[in-house]
């Protein structure tokens, strides 16, 4: 299939739809699909085409270019005339305004993956989500098939645009299982046992209610966070002020190597965000054998109830975080669930099923799959 994938951000850029979205387009590529991303280049001078991993990137430089709200009319515009290139346009992020520019401008068949929270970390955007449902209620109507990557996402999207659930189906992010199985272990720089978050550095991350519970389970644990972003500085900025150096280590942007050994060595992975459509380092934390305590969020919860013997859940009070992480250390030394998180190997056979049944819905040109 000649497939045409839109994303606000692309690699080098980070986050959990950058990840997905770099993942599903290299494993299209290597089962033989023609595969171009459309996205924004995070500088005007990244603007240009480049061939990665047997996929094309099509980097645009942005028209309008805010915090939340990027759009570059020139994308728009190449999209529209190369439409008869591809089968299917498959866009991604409910949240990003460059979604609906490209469905408003494409004939043939869409699958939408929303990656959708229903809200966002501030009011001012909560808001703006209430302007834009009635571009999203249109933006569901014209997606011809719906991917959630989580069934908590589906129920949410459900809940607030009803007729998504005749053509929304499951397919979970994935990980790198038999990257992850083959990491070494990293070497830790202390005795006590591997608390880890990983994913970009947000307030509504909450990475600050990790460091709050250190001082109760430092004589045990020792917490390691990596990433980046824009909570960075008042994480280290509280780090220095409490006093805790020796129990927290903000190890900033490492490669995905070293990530898998550091997930290696974990015994609890760490999430405390307040908006995840599923959150994929959960998922990796599993894969590495560590157990993981998380927020009480629907999409975390959905991990828990996929993996009881290895997951706790939290919710607001303090006590609740330090008795989680407690638990689920627990749990890792007597886990017995032989469940393992699905490969990016097995979401994109399970994209390229959707794919076809968006191209055989009610007038579209049916588009046969290579056999296997």
């Known amino acids: 299939m000649r497939i045409a994938l839109v994303a606000n951000r692309f690699a080098p850029s980070v986050g959990g739809v950058q990840t997905h979205v770099g993942e599903l387009s290299k494993g299209l590529a290597r089962e033989g699909h023609v595969v171009d991303v459309f996205t924004h280049a995070l500088a005007p ?22 915090e939340h709200a990027s759009l570059s009319v020139v994308l728009v515009r190449d999209l529209r005339a190369r439409a008869h290139d591809y089968d299917v346009l498959h ?32 009011k001012a955007r909560d808001l703006l989500h209430a302007v834009y449902r009635p571009v999203g209620r249109w933006l569901v109507a014209r997606s011809d098939r719906i991917i959630c990557v989580s069934p908590a ?10 007729q ?7 397919v979970s992010n994935g990980v790198h299982v038999e990257a992850i199985a083959d990491a070494v272990p990293a070497i830790l720089d202390d005795d006590r046992e591997a608390i880890v978050v990983a994913g970009r ?3 509504y991350k909450r990475v600050d209610r990790i ?10 644990f020792k917490l390691y966070v990596t990433g980046d972003g824009p909570d960075r500085e008042r994480l280290a900025a509280m780090i220095s002020d409490r006093g805790q150096s020796n129990d927290v280590r903000l190890l900033g942007r490492v490669s995905i190597d070293d990530l898998h050994g550091l997930l290696r060595s974990a015994t609890v992975v760490c999430s405390a965000s307040t908006l995840e459509a599923q959150g994929i380092v959960p998922l990796e934390g599993l894969a590495a054998g560590a157990s993981v305590a998380l927020s009480a969020i629907p999409a975390h919860r959905s991990i828990v109830d996929a ?14 975080v330090i008795a989680a992480i407690t638990a689920a250390a627990a749990m890792r030394s007597r886990a017995s669930s032989t469940a393992m998180p699905v490969s990016w190997g097995e979401v994109v056979r399970q994209t390229e099923a959707v794919y076809a049944d968006a191209c055989q819905a009610p007038g579209r040109v049916a588009v046969a799959l290579p056999s296997a």
């Open 45 to 66: 001078t990244h603007a240009g085409i480049e061939a990665c991993d047997g996929v094309t990137i099509r980097r645009y430089r942005r028209t309008l270019s805010l």
């Open 91 to 122: 866009v991604h992020s409910y949240h990003d305004p460059i979604v609906a520019a490209a469905v408003a401008v494409w004939p043939g068949p869409i699958v939408f993956t929303p990656h959708y929270h229903g809200e966002s970390e501030s």
């Open 153 to 162: 996402e589906r129920q949410l999207l459900g809940d607030h645009f009803p």
């Open 164 to 170: 998504s659930l005749k053509s929304s189906s499951v």
């Open 201 to 203: 550095l947000e307030e």
């Open 211 to 220: 460091i709050d519970a250190m001082p109760s389970l430092r004589d045990r």
């Open 307 to 320: 993996y009881p013997d290895r997951a706790q859940s939290f919710g607001d009070d303090p006590a609740e």
